[in-house]
């Protein structure tokens, strides 16, 4: 399981916090502050984990909601129901590997305060004929960049996409302490792209600051995903809404995706 973890915790890192954070009480009535918080993501290989949190206040500064305990949390396939054991506090997991697979679709149900939560998703294909123009870039030094170098494309990523799923590209970088070659730029070492239902993109030289060893990694995942994904980034402190959910009697994420990784190295000359 660590493994594959360090290849999905960035990016399942960026829509927990965006779920959490986002989630605003609302003034109309109790039920819907009432209302958990799922945070759940079905990846092919890897135990079933499931969090519910209670929702976060305005003035709350801690990451999360407190979790919620005490739950029988269901998922179905739509021939089989597995109930997930709570092995931490509001946490919830089922460790048997064989029960996902590409193209089912995954109901998940369970009662909290007297409400049925049901949240439903699709088990996207697999990344396939995931290609990469090159695996090692010479970045140019500083003095040598121009406006022309600095915008041109260094990388091209492309895989097959037939159905026209979507796509999210994560580059993370491996090393300990990776070379910041902007120094005086407070940029990001981690990075995401949303490429929406294309099969390819284009990574231009300015996209990175940092030497080392990249990870970048296809997923093909669901438009539940995409929603929160662009709902975070066209967000700002002086519009707090609620951001989209696919759970329904509560808000969050129920979502399934798979993955495909291509090694890049980065140096400079």
Not at 101 to 124: E, H, I, R, W
Not at 187 to 205: I, M, R
């Amino acid at each position: 399981m660590e493994i594959t973890i360090k290849k999905i915790s960035f990016l399942l890192f960026i829509v927990a916090a965006c779920v959490i954070s986002s989630c605003k009480k609302e003034s109309t009535g109790t039920a819907i502050e009432d209302q958990p918080v799922v945070v759940g993501y079905l990846i092919p290989g890897q135990p079933i984990s499931v969090k519910i949190y209670q929702q976060k206040g305005l003035a709350d500064t801690a990451n999360y909601g407190s979790p919620i305990t005490g739950l029988k949390l269901n998922i179905s396939d739509g021939s089989k129901t597995i109930q997930l054991t709570e092995t931490a506090t509001g946490t919830y997991t089922y460790s048997d590997l064989s029960f996902l697979t590409t193209g089912k679709t995954y109901t998940l149900q369970f009662n909290y305060q007297n409400t049925s939560v049901t949240a439903q998703t699709l088990m996207p294909a697999k990344p396939e004929n995931y290609t990469a123009s090159t695996t090692l870039i010479n970045l140019p030094l500083a003095t040598n960049i121009t406006p022309g170098v600095s915008s041109g494309v260094a990388l091209t990523l492309k895989w097959s996409n037939p159905d026209s799923l979507y796509h999210v590209l994560v580059f993370k970088n491996d090393d300990a302490s990776p070379f910041n070659i902007h120094p005086n730029r407070n940029s990001q070492v981690n990075f995401t792209f949303n490429a929406k239902q294309a099969a390819y993109y284009d990574v231009h030289f300015d996209s990175f600051n940092y030497l080392g060893i990249y990870r970048i990694i296809l997923y093909s995942v669901n438009k539940e995903y995409i929603d929160i994904l662009t709902s975070n980034a066209n967000s700002s402190s002086q519009k707090l809404t609620n951001p989209p959910t696919n759970v329904t009697n509560g808000f969050g994420i129920f979502t399934a995706m798979q993955a495909d990784t291509i090694t890049l190295t980065l140096t400079q000359y």
